[in-house]
């Protein structure tokens, strides 16, 4: 499947303590409705800065990248050499059963919290979680993977080339006897098994159907695809070879917006100063 460049959505921004990436853990199942017909697929690089903290970079095409080109000067032999990893990602609804706070946005997996009246377990903003049963997250959020998770989803339905995405797919059957279309579907993700070993597998919940949205309704909120941090070949290469940190770079960026807003104001403010000259 051919690059698929980004699309134009407005950016949604995190919700309390979950980001917008969907995190598939051993033991801990989430329900997802996927929101789109097509996945979006890209390159992408993962590697650690100096601090230790993983960095992600979209490529804007194949082997056409600043860290593509580095990797050409040092070799696929050297340690420092970074793969890049064909991904694929969409829009799902995340339908998991977790304990949310009634006062911010943060949720909480059941089995991480022993809930019962007594427990006295709190969210971090204070905010007691007791007696607090679990729904629904209803969180829009990406489901990134490889190629492996979405060939298991697409052998969920019929007819389908197990090597095409391109068109919308069908489930067979749904409830009534009928072909549903998967998008009105939740999907159960399972993993089992850790490194190598790893096996993540999806599973149809029918009995789910009732939670399910129109994907038309909300489109407009959904994430813009492929996600990651928009970063210049400079600052890429900085990290890579120079030491330079993630935080770093998004501090200095930080300053410069702070710097230029104290800068537009001051302008604001000199302009309303009347001028001498138009007294008289």
């Known amino acids: 499947m051919?690059?698929?460049?980004?699309?134009?959505?407005?950016?949604?921004?995190?919700?309390?303590?979950?980001?917008?990436?969907?995190?598939?853990?051993?033991?801990?199942?989430?329900?997802?409705?996927?929101?789109?017909?097509?996945?979006?697929d890209y390159w992408k690089y993962w590697f650690r800065d100096s601090a230790g903290s993983w960095v992600s970079y979209v490529s804007p095409g194949f082997n056409n990248d600043p860290i593509a080109e580095r990797n050409r000067l040092v070799g696929k032999e050297s340690k420092s050499y970074i793969k890049a990893q064909h991904s694929y990602a969409i829009n799902v609804l995340d339908l998991t059963p977790m304990i949310k706070c009634?006062?911010?946005?943060?949720?909480?997996?059941?089995?991480?919290l022993v809930i019962a009246q007594d427990s006295g377990i709190s969210c971090e903003c204070g905010e007691s979680l007791t007696g607090v049963l679990p729904e629904p997250l209803g969180m829009i959020r990406i489901l990134e993977?490889?190629?492996?998770?979405f060939l298991a989803i697409a052998a969920l339905c019929h007819p389908q080339d197990e090597d095409d995405f391109s068109t919308p797919v069908l489930l067979t059957p749904g409830p009534d006897g009928q072909a549903v279309k998967l998008t009105n579907v939740p999907l159960m993700i399972v993993r089992t098994g850790e490194g190598s070993d790893t096996v993540t597998s999806p599973a149809a919940q029918l009995h789910l159907l009732h939670q399910v949205?129109?994907?038309?309704?909300?489109?407009?909120?959904?994430?813009?695809l492929p996600s990651s941090f928009d970063f210049t070949p400079?600052?890429?290469?900085?990290?890579?070879?120079?030491?330079?940190?993630?935080s770093d770079i998004l501090s200095a960026r930080k300053a410069d917006r702070e710097a230029s807003q104290i800068s537009a104001s001051n302008t604001a403010v000199v302009s309303t100063v009347p001028n001498n000259e138009a007294l008289f």
Not at 102 to 112: L, V
Not at 218 to 224: K, T
Not at 236 to 244: E, K, N
């Open 2 to 40: 051919p690059f698929v460049k980004p699309n134009k959505r407005k950016e949604s921004k995190p919700r309390g303590n979950l980001n917008r990436f969907v995190r598939l853990d051993e033991g801990k199942n989430v329900i997802i409705q996927i929101l789109e017909d097509i996945p979006t």
């Open 102 to 112: 009634g006062k911010c946005a943060n949720a909480y997996w059941p089995k991480e």
């Open 145 to 149: 993977r490889g190629r492996r998770l």
């Open 213 to 224: 949205v129109n994907p038309d309704d909300i489109q407009e909120e959904l994430h813009s």
């Open 234 to 246: 400079e600052e890429i290469l900085a990290m890579i070879d120079d030491g330079v940190t993630c």
